[in-house]
């Protein structure tokens, strides 16, 4: 995505463009892992070390509430984030944190009155387990036993 683009989808949202906001979102924008706070506080800061942790956390929340950023908790962990535009499930792996895209598919909302008077707005899933990697080292170390 590039500069106006980014620009763009923050204003879009109702959030101003500030340097540090745009900094958050384009490290985010150009990222196939999904990075911690911590990490994004200390990839912005290499490239301009201006912003405080307590600017990135903020400028994350704002983000997150506009909906251009996804949060995705894992218990234990460190919350990680993602802005990619496409809709996407989620895997994290039990052993390692690891958090991996899983494609999309529609999920069949519940019953009608179920929620009361809530009203939803999307069903995500979040698969949990062990990702490939973790799940060979573990088949390995039997085999070697």
């Not at 958050?24 to 892992?33: E, R, T, W």
């Not at 704002?62 to 909906?67: I, R, Y």
Request: a positive charge.
């Amino acid at each position: 995505m590039d500069a106006g683009a980014i620009q763009r989808s923050l204003e879009g949202s109702g959030l101003r463009c500030t340097p540090q906001r745009y900094a958050v979102m384009a490290f985010l924008m150009g990222q196939s892992k999904h990075p911690t706070a911590g990490e994004i506080f200390e990839a912005v800061n290499r490239v301009d070390p201006r912003s405080s942790r307590a600017t990135i956390y903020n400028n994350l929340r704002d983000l997150v509430q506009a909906g251009l950023v996804r949060e995705v908790a894992a218990e234990g962990r460190a919350a990680r984030f993602d802005a990619k535009g496409m809709r996407h499930h989620h895997f994290i792996c039990d052993r390692c944190g690891k958090v991996e895209d899983v494609d999309w598919y529609d999920v069949p909302g519940p019953a009608p009155g179920y929620l009361g008077k809530r009203t939803l707005r999307e069903c995500e899933l979040i698969f949990r387990g062990m990702c490939a990697k973790c799940a060979s080292r573990r088949v390995s170390r039997r085999s070697s036993s």
